[in-house]
């Protein structure tokens, strides 16, 4: 029996009081990432055994503008003199995507039984809103494209942390940004400013993830015009690590045996097979000298911008490398995955 707690705004409220608890216990429990794990822990769990908890629905998307503009502030001039460093593992970025669908849709076709334009939204490591669209317009399940794609984000998200503590000895104790005390009060007001104008022209040109896209272009200008020289403060990401933890976890909610069964393995099988092929990239990565072994890491994890940003940043990685190489990826995806589907025939079938 579920529970029913009618209007939307109530649910929102003990979705944050369960997000806050998450945090408290992964907090003193002294697990990593408390504001992100935590509450994707915790509403995860509620998801599972019936609470309807949801996400944070436009407050989410306030949160990724953070992100966006803390990933623009890392596009420095430095950082475009060194873009020639990085053609060729920018250049590897299609490969990657190319073996992995080619390993995933056979995958999902033939063990799953997925029809062929499930199976080849599935299979592609985009982004869950972008795929579950293009799925949705070429005849798709939508609902199997939803938990797949959920379950390979979280189990990336929550598996990295400690790989990057045990593989890497990386501290996760990172500053994340100075508090918000210490920073210049108008570029505070010009960080607002880039991240709602930078959302909301990105939204009315119809451009995928226009909360992080668009604020991260309209800030990286600013960089490089040397206006912006600070990240958002720590209490903006934090912020946002929590509503990002929230919306994780409560992509769960009204799942049922049957699904659990077909398509979280399937999406947890399909984990194995992206990290294989993440694992291969980074390996070549590091061997040639191309980059530093937790950029390189960082750089091919499988999972989406925003939760990789976060990651950058409390390691200390290279950020505006990393995310560099997660817009290709995504970008690719967008761009090429439903070309890509139309020249091959992957479209919703006629009814008769």
Known sequence: MRLSLGPKAPRLVLTIAIGCVGTGLFHGLALPLPFLLG????CLVAAL???PVRDAGVAGKVMRTIL????????????VARLPQMAVTLAMVPLYVVTIAAIGVPFFRKLYGYDLPTAWYAAMPGGLADMTLFGQEAGANVRSLTLVHATRVIVIVMATPFLLVHLFDAALDNPIGAPASTLPPHELVIMVFAALLGWKAAERIGLFGAPIIGPMVLTAALSLADIIHVRPPAEAILAAQFFIGLGLGAGYVGITMAEVRRDVVAGLLFVV???AMAALFTEAIILLGLAPPLDGFLAFVPAGQAEMAILAIVVGADLGYVVLHHVARVF???????????????RKARRR
Do not use: E, H, K, Q
């Open 332 to 346: 690719l995806i967008i761009l090429g995955a439903p070309v890509a589907a139309r020249l091959l025939g992957i």
């Open 273 to 275: 097979i992206v990290a």
């Open 49 to 51: 055994i019936g609470v």
């Open 39 to 42: 509450p994707l822990f915790a």
């Open 68 to 79: 966006g503009v803390a990933i623009g502030a890392s596009i420095t001039p430095d950082l």
